[in-house]
């Protein structure tokens, strides 16, 4: 049973354009939720987190949204630029009772198009 | 920046032969994960370590085995590889980077594993 989802598994962006990358969760127990971006070759690298107490987190260019009750994050890139071209992973943690296992979503492939 | 290394970033194996992946970090990270991913799939958990002479299976089951004799070092080793063992394996390594606590995971450049 997968508990991080990212139903698109792939998207496409014109370059200044706002890309926007979906994931949904299942277990209520996670607390704290991260966005991690990888390129081909490399090992994922944290890009921004944000705590199930908040609803919006700002770094940069990139916004993660918190929808507790639809059990749905996003991440916002603007303007999106092409070294964004990577795989994006969502990730979710349980911080209570020192379990601090990150669950992952299964990606999605950004592509900005310049 | 996060200083994790992991060799060889590319192995191919022949069937039964015995394999250590090795993992390093710099960063006197107490907490180290070995995590597994298939093309197009999440990354899943298969063993980690909270410090020295600590491991523990993760969430996914895995033939491989590992050990943490020091702090820095966290090698996976496979005693005899199988192609169902073909997969790319990453190392992590964390601290409690962030103002709101929770671990950050550093991962290393990954190993791809091909196994004939």
């Known amino acids: 049973d997968q508990q991080v989802k990212q139903n698109s598994p792939s998207l496409s962006v014109q370059e200044g354009r706002i890309s926007i990358l979906n994931c949904d969760y299942t277990?209520?127990?996670?607390?704290?939720f991260l966005w991690y971006k990888k390129y081909p070759a490399e090992g994922p690298t944290f890009l921004i987190s944000?705590?199930?107490?908040?609803d919006k987190n700002e770094d940069g260019r990139f916004t993660v949204f918190l929808n507790k009750s639809a059990k749905h994050l996003s991440l916002h890139i603007v303007p999106s630029q092409p070294g964004d071209s990577a795989v994006y992973f969502c990730a979710a943690i349980t911080s209570a009772g020192g379990n601090e296992k990150l669950t992952f979503g299964t990606g999605t492939r950004l592509t900005i198009i310049p | 920046e996060a200083d994790i290394y992991q060799t060889p970033r590319y192995l191919v194996i022949g069937t039964g032969k015995k394999i250590t992946l090795e993992c390093s970090q710099t960063?006197?990270?107490?907490?180290m994960y070995w995590y597994q991913q298939d093309p197009g799939m999440e990354l899943h958990l298969i063993h980690y370590?909270?410090?020295?002479?600590?491991?523990e299976k993760g969430d996914l089951s895995s033939e491989s085995t590992v050990s943490r004799i020091r702090t820095e070092h966290f090698p996976l080793t496979l005693e005899s590889a199988r192609p169902s063992h073909t997969s790319q394996y990453l190392c992590?390594?964390?601290?409690?980077?962030?103002?709101?606590?929770?671990?950050?995971?550093?991962f290393g450049p990954g190993t791809r594993l091909t196994v004939l």
């Open positions: 944000i705590s199930s107490i908040k």
């Open positions: 960063m006197g990270h107490d907490k």
């Open positions: 370590s909270y410090g020295v002479n600590s491991t």
């Open positions: 992590a390594s964390s601290d409690m980077g962030l103002a709101e606590g929770i671990d950050t995971q550093y």
């Open positions: 277990n209520s127990m996670f607390d704290y």
